[in-house]
Structures are given as structure tokens and as C-alpha cells.
């Protein structure tokens, strides 16, 4: 059966991919010690990857109310994964930044995802690894998130 594609439109087996990857890398970053991050805590973290960011401007990034924005960054905090600073030139800024333990999570998140896609070379080989790259570009172009992925501002999904 492996390799077998089954029977389901592109756009609905890379939804369940998505998805199977996303539970991939949670549960590696379980067994790592990183057991209490959540996918949302994904959109968050890469705002952070880019250095300090004050939470009104994370929020607008990424589409959501100031007031989610603060709940998620407190529970970062209290999760050890990042730090709120305040401005030495403006008492009133509060910028938010990853701590080690923040770092370290994104590592170990590469890590899997880099497992995953090693795996997934050895199978297809590069050419068709490239190829799939350039579809889903042009599927990111077609939803208007290159920009997004390219800058990390890519916005939290609405729930259903």
C-alpha cells in the first residue's frame, strides 16, 4: 500500500498531511519535553523568530483581537518559551522575545520537520521533492499567503 495514492483531490490529502504533520511534530516535541506547545503557539513563535515584538503589532499580523494575543503570549510566558521585556527608551513598551527554552523548541520542531522531509526525499527524490515545492508555491500565490510565509505573519486559521 505504500505509495499508493488514494482516492482524493490534491487540495483535500495535502489538508490531511497538514495535519498529520502537524501531529508528527507536537508529538517529537513531547518527547523532546516540549509537551505543552500547541500548533497556535506555532503562529506566535515565528513572529519571535524575527526578534522583539510588541503585541499589538503580533496581533494585527496575525489577524487576531489584542486580547487573544495577550491571552496566548501570557501562556507562552508561563510556559517558559518566551519573556516579556520592558523598553528601556519607553517604560510603556513591553516587547515580547524567546527565551532559550523558545529557541530550543524551534529547534526541535526544525529537527522533526527535517526528519520528515529527509524520509520524504529518500522516497520521491529531490526532482519530484522540487516540483511538489513549486505547486505548493503556486497554491500559496493562488491564496495571497506568499507574502505571509515570507515575512511570518502568516494569520491563526478561524475556528470553526
Known amino acids: 500500500m505504500t505509495g499508493e495514492l488514494p482516492e482524493a483531490d490534491l ?4 489538508s490531511i498531511a497538514g495535519s498529520a504533520i502537524d501531529a508528527r511534530v507536537l508529538e ?3 518527547e523532546a519535553g516540549f509537551g505543552a506547545v500547541r500548533p497556535a503557539h506555532g503562529y506566535l513563535i515565528q513572529r519571535l523568530v524575527t526578534g522583539p515584538q510588541l503585541i499589538t503589532a503580533m496581533a494585527a499580523d496575525l489577524g487576531v483581537s489584542q486580547q487573544a494575543m495577550s491571552k496566548m503570549v501570557k501562556e507562552m510566558i508561563r510556559l517558559g518559551y518566551a519573556a516579556q521585556h520592558i523598553d528601556t527608551a519607553d517604560s510603556r513598551r513591553r516587547p515580547i522575545t524567546l527565551t532559550d527554552r523558545g529557541r530550543a ?9 527535517g526528519e520528515l522531509e529527509t ?3 529518500k522516497s ?4 519530484d521533492l522540487a516540483a511538489a515545492r513549486r505547486v505548493l508555491g503556486a497554491l500559496l500565490d493562488q ?3 506568499n507574502r505571509h ?3 511570518r505573519t502568516v494569520p491563526l486559521p478561524t475556528e470553526a
Do not use: P, T
Not at 487540495?11 to 495535502?14: A, F, K, T, V
Not at 520521491?124 to 526532482?127: N, P
Open 11 to 14: 487540495l483535500s490529502l495535502l
Open 28 to 30: 517529537g516535541m513531547a
Open 105 to 113: 523548541a524551534v529547534d526541535e520542531a526544525r529537527s522533526v520537520r
Open 119 to 121: 524520509k520524504l526525499r
Open 124 to 127: 520521491v527524490g529531490a526532482g
Open 143 to 145: 491564496l495571497g499567503l
Open 149 to 151: 510565509v515570507i515575512e
